[in-house]
C-alpha cells in the first residue's frame, strides 16, 4: 500500500491509502502492445469489426489480435456482439469501462508529448477526442 497527498500544502492534505494489488490483472492486460490502440480504434469510430481492426492497426498478427480482445473482453473493457445474419457478422465495442479508460488516456498522451514522446507521422492512429464521452 501506498498513501497519496492531494491538495497544496501538508497541512490540509487529505490522505488517502490506495491498494496497487487490484491493479495486476487488469494493468497485465492493458499493458500489452496493441490493447490501448485497440480501444482507441473502437472508441474513435464507436464500434470496429476484426478485419477493421486488423486493417488501422496494420502489423498485429490475427492472432496476437484475437488474444488481446478477449483479454480486453474478459476485463470488461470491450464487448463483442454477434449479428444473426450470414454470414455472421461481428462487432466490438467499448464498454463503460472502456469508455472510462479512453478518457483517461487523452491526459496520460498529452503528459508523454510534454514529457518528450513524440508523434510518429505514420502513425494510422489517433485519439479523436470529439468522441469521448
Known amino acids: 500500500m501506498i498513501t497519496l497527498e492531494h491538495g497544496g500544502t501538508s497541512e490540509n492534505a487529505e490522505h488517502q491509502d490506495i491498494c496497487f494489488c487490484p491493479l495486476h490483472g487488469l494493468?497485465?492486460?492493458?499493458s500489452k502492445k496493441w490493447a490501448l490502440m485497440i480501444i482507441a480504434v473502437i472508441?474513435?469510430?464507436g464500434s470496429a469489426g476484426f478485419n477493421e481492426?486488423?486493417?488501422?492497426?496494420?502489423?498485429v498478427s490475427s492472432k496476437t489480435l484475437s488474444n488481446t480482445l478477449k483479454d480486453l473482453e474478459e476485463h470488461g473493457l470491450v464487448y463483442r456482439q454477434v449479428v444473426d445474419q450470414t454470414p455472421p457478422v461481428v462487432r466490438y465495442y467499448l464498454t463503460v469501462s472502456g469508455w472510462e479508460l479512453r478518457e483517461l488516456l487523452i491526459p496520460l498522451l498529452a503528459w508523454v508529448m510534454k514529457n518528450?514522446?513524440?508523434a510518429d507521422e505514420r502513425c494510422?492512429?489517433?485519439?479523436?477526442?470529439?468522441?469521448v464521452s
Not at 481492426?53 to 502489423?59: A, G
Not at 494510422?124 to 468522441?131: G, Q, R, T, V, W
Open 116 to 118: 518528450g514522446g513524440h
Open 43 to 45: 472508441g474513435n469510430h
Open 53 to 59: 481492426l486488423k486493417r488501422q492497426l496494420c502489423n
Open 27 to 30: 494493468l497485465d492486460t492493458i
Open 124 to 131: 494510422p492512429i489517433h485519439f479523436n477526442a470529439k468522441n
